[in-house]
Every structure is written in C-alpha cells, then in structure tokens.
C-alpha cells in the first residue's frame, strides 16, 4: 500500500493532526521538559499514522537473532521497560547544528565556547514538537507508557509489553539461546508507519545483549625486584612516564573538576578503591555513586564491578585531587544503563563536563538505530561543553570479534567510540622489552609508592597477538603468517591465537545493513570524516577513523601491565591485602580512557575552563598537526624514548602494529596454513594496522606528555 494511503478512519485521523497543526506550537508533552522543543523545525509528519502503510527500519536485528538459536517467541505479557524511541532532526537544522558546534570550538567565533543546555538544544535543533506530540499521541495508542520526552527532542523513553511491540512495530521478540546463554531479541527489522519514516530514527534496541567491557585481567605477574626484568604500572610509574609529576609539581592536580565516570554497576567496594588510593601515595577520594534522572539502582554486578573501579581508580590517578563521580543505571531488559545514564546527564540540571565510557560493541553487531543513537547523545553532550572519552576497544580491527581466539568478521570498529564527537582512546604498550632496554627505563627497586619507572619509555601498540610482526620476530620467524609463519607454530597456536590488542580502525557500519551477519558489507556505511580529522597519516577515505589518541593499556604480553584493587573473587578479582604484587594486574583501553578524561580534567583547570572544552579533538588535532607537520616530527618519534623532545605534546608511536590472525576470507591474508593475519587486502600482506608516520589506525596521533598539553597554547 502506498504510504499516502488511508482510509475513512484514517482521513479523519488526518483532520485531526491538521487542526493540531493549525494550532501551533504545542507545549512540550514531557513533565520533565520547561520550554517547548523543536521550536524552529518544521513538522515533519504531514499524514496521519496508519499502521497498514509502514516502512521497515532496516540494520536492526541482532546477528545472533537466529533461527538457528530460536527458542520461541516470548510470553505476550513480558514487560520490556525503558525502550527509546530515536528521532532525527530536519536536515536544515543538522545543517545548522553542525555549523553552530564547529564555531563553538573555533577560537574568536562569537559562539566559541557557547554552550548549549538541553532546552536550547531542543528548542534549536530538536524535531518540531508537533511531530513529538503525534508520536507520543500514537505510542500511548498503541498501549505503551510514555516515560520521558527527553529535553533534546531526540529521545523517548516508553515501556510496554511484547505484545504492543509486536502490533506497533511489526515484530516479535523471541527467546534465544547462544552458546549456552539465553536472551531475548527481535526477529526481524522493526516497522514504523511511513508517515514516521522523515523524523523517526528507530527503536536503540529490541533485544539484551549487553556491550561488552574493555579490560583484560592478567594474573602472573611480578614487580620490580632484584632480578626481575618486568615491571607492573602503578599510579606513580604513570605519572613519570606521562609527565603528570611536572603537573602536580606545579599544583595542576584536578581539585575543582568532576570526572563521570559512565557504568551499569556499582563498584564491589568502596573500600576497594580507599585501599588503592592510601596505598599508591594519593589523596583520599572524593568519590561519590549517583543514578541519574532517579533511575533504577544496578546494585554490584560481578565482572562489570572490575571495570567499575579500575575506571575511578585511575582517572583518580590522572587527577588525585579531582571529584570522581561513578553514574550507573541498571540494565533494563532491552537498554544498556550506560546509554540511560549518560542521557539522564547531559538532559538534566546539572551537566558534569567529563565523561568516560569503558563500554564498547562493533558497529555492525550494534545496529543502525543503536550506532545513531550513541552519535546523537555525543553530539549533544559536546554541543553542552563535555568531553567524552570512550576506550576505542581490545580487539585490534576486529570489534565484531571481541574476547575471540580468532578475528573471523574482517574489520570494524566499536560503535561507541566511532562517533565524530567523542575522543576514542587507543592502547600502547612499552618496548623496552622488545628492546632489550628494560635497566635503561626501570629502576630495581620501587619507591615507597610502588613506582619504579624512571622516565619516558619508548611504546608500541599494544598486541598479544601471534600477527604482531614485533612478536613473531622476537620469536625467531620471518613472517607472522604462512604454513611457516608464527601463527602456524607450535608456540605461536598454543598462547598467541588472540584478539586481545588495542583496537582501530575505519567506521564501516554506522549505518545501513550488513549482508553478512557482523561483517561490513551490504548497504553498511561508516561515519562520515569530521573536519578536524585531517593530518598526516590519515587516509583520504571520507569516513571517522579512530582512535585519536592512545596511552598504555598493555595486559602483560612484554611484561608490562596495571595493577589495580579489585577483591571481588566472583569477578576474578583477588583480596587486595599485603604488597600489591598480590593484587589483581589488568590491561585494556579502559585504563586508557579514563587516564585520558583525567589528564582533560587537568587541562580544564589550568586553562579555566569552568563551563567545560566540548570535544576536545579540534584543539588535539590542531596540535598535532603543528607538531608533526606535513612529514612528522623526527624529535617527537616515541622510539626516541628517554631522549624524546621535551616539548613534544604527543609521542608519535611508529614501530609495530595491531594486526591480529584470523581465519575465514574476510580481509583475511592467508596464503597457506590454518591461521591467517588481518589484512586490507585477501591477497596481498596488507596488516590491519601498522603504524605509520603521524597518525595511524594502530594508536591515532600517539600517547601523550600530559604537561604540555595542559600548557598548550591551543585552549
């Protein structure tokens, strides 16, 4: 049936939707809201909703949504609470948007630093309330509760059961069971009426499965002592190699700043990071655990509590004297709390200016409307003056293939760090080891605080992985792939068949539908490049590439990794009693994403940015782009080591890569024997990805001196 379509009824209901249009401007449906939203759009709803014309939203069924895993469909009466309906704005209005946040970043603009708040936001730029009013008007008709219109305009939250979602959207949620686990999902793309189709993004998610954390626990390890030749990081070690003692020498420590730190648990124990903190030499905490917007109180997840206090325990290591705020809501049975949470933020009274996400999911697993709607709420945090700082992943190029022994969906990058307005945080490793230089960068012994590190230290990306060509040198092979290569070996298959690697990589999927379950393909589409994104390294290849910047966040591999406090033994924590040596040890890009929104949280008191820096990537690149030029900085070469410049504001990593093996044909070199190596190309060694002069997909424009960037002359 053609969407303009509709019958008696229908022309009656259109009638009805005209009268209101004549009317004007409604006040805004939410409770929550105090000035109406959308107030310069246009409508963009013209006719009246009739569920027998509809348009399927395609790119949002989940791949594990199968009939292979089907168990059934679920009870009618189950209850799914807090869904969120996605809007989009006019064109006109992105337009405008984009043009007004690139002058809120542009030094001597009128609007520099003009932050918006979530009213302005809506009122500006958010969907003409009419439209928001007929969809809460249909939602309510179709059964649901509508629980919030959130401020932007972009966002509704509603509940209802299994049996509206199936008649309002025209698809059934089923009982799954994957590898032994069960889940709900929808089976099929959800459809919405097609008078919808101009200002409605989607449903963010139909289904539980959840975003995955990004650490790696490592458990054998040992410190410094008289003969050992590897060193665990600590706070201390993280402040010599950084350069943050210059900065806490100078009184730069975070006192007046808020790091958020984004999760959808509590911490197991608070006494946990009290321990951490009295025993690496900083100040108490000032720590707090909210749940925005009054929601749902998670309680103490195990597994997801590690990275609940590795993340406020090292961002308070960045900035010792800062205010750490752990904000969490509870999962519901189709939304991730950390989305629920950052929502309730940026849309409430009180917008914190730092954020940190820790969370990731490839973008083809992620789904079209969920990808667009982590873009949307980073876009209207940055347009309120925050930063937000997402771990770009532990998988190397292979997201969709997190936690595997093998990449076997080619490449793809994390949905929640690929959006244009956040900084995507990289991993590094050390290569002193791989060196040989371990004496030249570490003393014998530890001070009273457990450092030992004695200055900067050469880095490498991080890569457990038998494809890292650094690897499979230092084991005695040619070449990591091939029927001889180091991932064909004995040694090679037996402990480095891994994905665990600091990850990056093109946005491939943003949107659109892949062909092939989790693989770009089909009619996927990545993100379109930002503006700022121009420096030597990156490829002309129109889409965001990530990361942007990178700190260590190495597991172990050379030897190298964090030790944290962490005494929760369900989550394979362990007591944090004696000498740290006997403490939990980790890696990940979730030490280095809040690491990074710390080091901001200093930026931000030097510099007096009391109203917040936005996304802080322009005035990164900016730099950058001074330092490395049109050739890259020979000074500023991180291989340069304890001899690098002293006014380097980023180390430049360019030896080694992030490759991981693989099998399958996807980007998948493999020439001759059982694993492969990722690869742009299937048959050629093309590695996905090596460093390269500047920037690169392995670690973006490099690790950082926190020094200089807090005295950057570019805030």
Known sequence: MRSGSVRSGGRRAAKLVLSVLAMGLASAYSANSHATIGLLSAPQITQAPNNNSRVALEGNVHPFATAANDRGRVNDSTQLDHMLLQLKRPADRETALESFMQEQTTKGSPNYHHWLTAAEFGQQYGPSQLDIDTLTSWLKSQ?????????????????????????????????????????????????????????????????????????????????????????????????????????????????G????????????????????????????????????????????????????????????????????????????????????????????????????????????????????????????AASEGVSVFVSSGDEGAASCDANQSNATHGIGVSGFASTPYNVAVGGTDFGDTYAGTNGTYWNSTNTSTYGSAKSYIPEIPWNDSCASVLISTKSGYSTPYGRTGFCNSTTGKQYYLTTASGSGGPSGCASGSASTSGVVSGTCKGTAKPSWQSIVGNPADGVRDIPDVSL?????????????????????????????????????????????????????????????????????????????????????????????????????VTQGDMDVNCTGTHSCYKPSGTYGVLSTSTSSYAKAYGTTTGWDFATGIGSVNAYNLVYASGW
């Open 143 to 255: 059964g649901f509760a509508v629980n919030r219109v959130y401020e932007s305009g972009m966002t509704i939250d509603f509940s209802g059961t299994a049996a509206q979602v199936r008649n309002a959207f025209a698809t059934e949620i089923h009982h799954l069971n994957v590898n032994g686990e069960d889940h709900i999902a929808n089976m099929s793309n959800p459809q919405i009426p097609a008078a919808f189709a101009g200002v409605v993004q989607g449903v963010v998610s139909l289904h539980d499965f959840r975003p995955h954390s990004n650490y790696k626990q490592h458990v054998d390890y040992t410190f410094t002592s008289g003969t050992s030749t590897y060193q665990a990081v600590t706070p201390a070690d993280l402040a010599t190699i950084y350069n943050l003692n210059s900065l806490f020498s100078a009184g730069v420590n975070g006192t």
């Open 257 to 380: 700043q808020t790091v958020v730190l984004i999760e959808d648990t509590n911490v197991y124990s608070t006494s946990d990071i009290t321990t951490f903190r009295s025993t690496f030499g900083l100040p108490t905490a000032n720590f707090t655990q909210v749940h925005p917007g009054s929601c749902t109180n998670p309680g103490d997840i195990a597994g997801n509590d590690g990275e609940a206090e590795l993340d406020v325990e090292y961002a308070g290591a960045a900035a010792p004297y800062a205010a750490l705020e752990l904000a969490s809501c509870a999962d519901t049975s189709t939304t991730f709390g950390g989305l629920i949470a950052v929502q309730n933020l940026i849309n409430g009274s009180s917008v914190p200016k730092i954020m940190s996400v820790s969370y990731g999911e490839c973008e083809a697993y992620n789904g079209a409307t969920a990808n667009a709607a982590y873009i949307s709420t980073y876009q209207q």
């Open 552 to 652: 260590f966040a190495a597991n172990g591999v050379w030897g190298h990794y964090y030790v944290y406090c962490y005494s929760n033994t369900a989550g394979q924590g362990v007591a944090c009693t004696g000498a740290p040596s006997g403490w939990a040890g980790a890696g990940g890009t979730s030490f280095a994403a809040p690491i990074m929104a710390g080091i901001q949280a200093l930026v931000n008191e030097h510099n007096n940015l009391t109203s917040g820096a936005g996304n802080p990537n322009p005035v990164y690149y900016s730099l950058a782009n001074t330092e490395y030029g049109s050739s890259g900085s020979a000074t500023c070469n991180s291989s340069n080591g304890n001899t690098v410049g002293s006014s380097c504001i980023f180390y430049d």
